[in-house]
């Protein structure tokens, strides 16, 4: 992998993480176009998955510091350790597809676009039905509410489904709280906050396969570095750029953007 495609690459991480339309189907047609295939796919996957985590702690770092601060400052009951504990039941579902069902999800990735199109058409679904719902509550005069543990519960089996290719997990999760009747300027906050520790994790198994040995990488110093910064960078700008199209309901746009692009990986698939 060269430097400029490390650098495209990145940025599609970077923008594609947080707007609601697949950074890991993104990345498949990115690689598809680039021709870029291989075991150095996994250490870059590792190294722009990381630096949006970063990106993610940097814009919403009042946020953080807040549940740390209440979660830990106290051992009574809070907010803070109410929000976080529903942010453990929402991890909960990604958690037993990622220890018992890692070899069947990693199989869906690297063999063709048919799948990723598919996933961006469902996506877009989602995403159109979840701001019309929305619109249609508002204009009956019903507030929307804070996330509940319920909520967390179905926000948590979205995120579970979203680890297939082309199946956005902002997407998804965001449209899931939107369709639970969770308020705009929550739930993206909450979408955000509640895929730090499953990346995290994602990544530090997939570090250890690497110094087991059980993966190889040929990925240099340079693209490594210059596939992290595009994704940091791009990051921070996406995760600030969501939080407010989320509150504005803008979705549609992006489930126009999905049906198209999920429209040309089935095309590109069976041409």
């Known amino acids: 992998m060269s430097w400029w495609e ?23 047609i990115g690689q598809a176009l680039l021709g870029t295939a291989g075991e150095e796919n996994l250490t870059f996957a590792i190294v722009v998955h990381a630096a949006t985590v970063l990106a993610t702690i940097v814009v ?17 009951w809070n907010s803070e350790k109410n929000y976080v504990a529903k942010i453990v039941v929402s991890m909960v579902p990604v958690f037993i597809v990622g220890m018992f069902f890692k070899d069947e999800v990693e199989g869906f990735f690297g063999n063709g676009l048919m799948l990723v199109g598919v996933c961006l058409l469902v996506t877009a679904v989602l995403l159109y039905f979840s701001e019309w719902l929305s619109k249609r509550m508002e204009a009956k005069g019903k507030e929307g509410h804070d996330v509940t543990f319920s909520d967390a519960v179905f926000i948590g089996l979205a995120q579970a489904c979203a680890v297939l290719p082309g199946l956005s997990r902002s997407g998804t999760t965001i449209a899931t709280g939107l369709m639970c009747g969770v308020k ?11 895929v730090l520790i499953p990346i995290l994790g994602e990544a530090f198994l997939s570090l250890l396969d690497l110094m087991k040995g059980e993966v190889s990488s040929e990925l240099g110093i340079v693209p490594m570095v210059v596939g992290f910064l595009a994704a940091f960078v791009t990051g921070c700008f996406a995760c600030k750029f969501m939080l407010n199209i989320v509150r504005k309901q803008k979705l549609i746009y992006f489930a126009i953007y999905c049906l198209c692009v999920g429209t040309f990986a089935i095309l590109w698939s069976i041409i």
Do not use: C, D
């Not at 650098?7 to 339309?21: A, C, D, K, R």
């Not at 953080?64 to 830990?72: C, K, Q, S």
């Not at 705009?184 to 509640?194: D, I, N, P, R, T």
């Open 6 to 28: 490390a650098l495209i690459l990145g940025i599609i991480q970077g923008l594609t993480e947080f707007l609601p339309v697949s950074s890991s189907g993104h990345l498949e």
């Open 60 to 76: 919403l770092w009042k946020e953080i510091a807040e549940l740390f601060r209440g979660t830990f400052s106290t051992i009574e």
């Open 184 to 194: 705009k300027e929550k739930v993206a906050q909450f979408s955000f906050l509640m």
